[in-house]
């Protein structure tokens, strides 16, 4: 460490971070307990500071105190989940890392750092208590709410395609795994899946896998056994909600690859066990996993486990991107213009001839989505009988500019200089890396920058 490096610019640091710091030394005395840390436990810093954790906390022993075993056994816990009452009575969820202190091979001490997951693992449990209680009326709301194949609406020859894929899939038991961008309609087809299925009077469950730590997913999933941990309680997990429906696990990519060794045990023998029971159960659910990458492309990154995408790869569905299917654009904005008619009691009849334009040429990054918040967004800013220009949002404006002035070949081309540019500017020049963010072969990004030097001349 650089000599201007001071301890009290370390402490400084630590002092300020969100996540919790609580360290030791060998004998068990707290040497680093920062606000944080106090903030999750209820207490002031100068309560614990100085004192050993024995004293500062007597509802803990030697057994269960996780910096006291990382002392005796010298090897780190890692993502423990920890559930506890603090000292002002407010109950606190915390995922934990608890790793040994070593200088020249020897431990000196022991560092717990802690992640408040309070907030998640309240609403996780409401939703899973919601999930339950409406398990009963499930198929009453159904009646109301159930997508169904006929209100994906398309006029495009591929898409049309991956319809009747879908359609063949529904009725049976297989695995399904759907990939497409953000906002394409993977959802859509889910619940359409399932209600042509022979499950369709069962639940379908959906889990986003992305942003939730591995042992507070899999506590979801699978559930959890009282004593499993500090504070867990007896509670069923989503494979035991969906028994007998279907179970979607979206962004799969996103779940740690130790829990997705996890989730192929439970695909293979469909036999779950809470975390820290011992009693397994059986169920009968159906998977479909969804993710906004390409799969092979997960497995290269090693996002994704290849046994895992070959037990869920039973059939696949590719989703394509809005701007690949021109021809459902003015269809589906007349379909949200009927649909927001209805909604806000308006008499809209359709768009000038520059808003179609601009429809058309716009690349729809956020895909049907986006588009539908597009259509809600001019229906408010309106009270004409046609939607204008003016009525977009703002955003458009400057594609609407760029449209106006030049011609579409120039402005591809602009795109494409402007885009080689980004990312070789962000791989620091590595034409391999840069052709790999780009997704085309090197060969190609080399002739296309060779031509533009060109131009430029």
Known sequence: MPASFTKEMMEAILSGIDEAVHAVDENGFTIFYNAAAAKHDGTRIEDVLGK??????????????????VLETKRPILQQAQRYQNRSGLEVCTVNSTIPILVEGRVTGAVEIAKDYSAIQKLTDKIVELQWSRKRTIVEDKQHNAITFEQILTEDPHFLETKRLAKRVAPTDASVLLYGETGTGKELFVHAIHETSLRKSKPLIAQNCAALPESLLEGILFGTAKGSYTGAIDRAGLFELADGGTLLLDEINSMPLNLQAKLLRVLEDGMVRRIGGQKTRKVDVRVMAAMNEHPERCIENRTLRADLYYRLNVFSLCIPPLRERTGDILLLAHHFLRH??????????????SVKQLLLYYHWPGNVRELKHVMEHAMIMTDDSTIKMEHLPYSFSRVHRVLNITSLRETLRETEERLIEQALLQTDGNMMQAARLLDIPRQTLQYKLQKHRQAAE
């Open 52 to 69: 050993h954790v024995l004293e500062a906390f007597p509802s803990l022993t030697k057994e269960t105190s996780t910096l006291l075993m």
């Open 340 to 353: 927001n008619n209805n909604k806000l009691g308006k008499q809209m009849k359709g768009f000038d001839a």
